[in-house]
């Protein structure tokens, strides 16, 4: 048996040994399954889990992804002691980082800036339960949440510092617009959220609370690997997959992706023809 184990032990050390061959984008897809990989691990201290810290800490857009994905399993009591410990070293050795060379923002200061969207979603939070108490239609709810934006919670209209998106960390959002934000017609009352962005344009985000979030992220993620995958191959189906990220067992937000009817896609098809 124990025999077993130290070959099992040197097959793993191997896998990741392949691992260290992908790019970034590679590792990005399957980022997901590799966390959860880390269940598997003999220790809590791997050399899987050092090697996916050790690569987020090369590109703010794994770091903050990674950062979810183990935020998320902290609530499973089964495996929470050894995810809040990789959780542990990504903070300590994202905190030691320098600033980079050509003027990037130092560990602590991107640190916090992944910090700020555990905040931003806290709020998210708050402000759901307050329009779910709002009794009436959809559009008394719409009207709560409007006041909310531009009352109690006027801050979330203009961020102090820009926040990364959590659903694409490489966007800056600086604050939400409350009169392009909305409520979806449905139980759970997702929020329809505009952000302003840094660059100075806007972008979409649906938040929803009560639904397993995760189910529809490993969903979109695996049609994703396959679009990359055919892609390699010569074979470009034009997919566009929206961001889809958990963060927590029941809450989430989703990248909006506005409709268009037929007609527009016609039109669009013909001019890429």
Known sequence: MRDLQERLVKVRAYAVSVLERADDEELQCYLLQLVQAL???R??????????VQRSLRN???ASFLRWYVTVELNDPAYAKRFYCTYEILEDNMMKLGAGANGDEDGLKLWQSLVRQTELTAQLCLIMRDVRTVRGGTQKKIEKLRQ???GLLSELTYFEEPIRSPVAPGVLITGIVPSESSIFKSALHPLRLTFRTASGGSCKIIFKKGDDIRQDQLVVQ?????DRLLKLENLDLHLTPYRVLATGQDEGMLEFIPSSSLAQVDILCKKLL
Request: net charge neutral; glycine share 0%.
């Open 43 to 52: 220790s809590d201290k791997s050399r899987l889990c050092h090697f996916l």
């Open 60 to 62: 703010i857009e794994l």
């Open 39 to 41: 269940r598997f691990e």
């Open 148 to 150: 909310l934006l531009s």
């Open 222 to 226: 695996m049609v994703s690997l396959m």
